[in-house]
């Protein structure tokens, strides 16, 4: 899957209720780089929009 959010979103639906899901590599960054452009990104944000939409009140933890 090209499209980040499309993966995390994919990864976290296929994901049982006993698996960890780990997402990592953006770290606290706020967009992604593709070629010249900059386009608005946060896993974090990403995360807690999928839980919203899905009705989960818990659904991210972070390690420092």
Do not use: F, H, Q
């Not at 967009?31 to 608005?40: A, T, W």
């Not at 974090?44 to 991210?60: D, H, N, Q, S």
């Amino acid at each position: 899957i090209i499209d980040r959010k499309d993966a995390v979103y994919t990864t976290l639906d296929r994901a049982k209720a006993e698996d960890v899901v780990l997402v990592t590599g953006k770290g606290p960054e706020r967009y992604i780089i593709i070629g010249e452009k900059l386009i608005p990104y946060n896993d974090m944000e990403t995360i807690e929009e999928w839980g919203r939409k899905r009705g989960r009140t818990k659904c991210l933890e972070t390690v420092s």
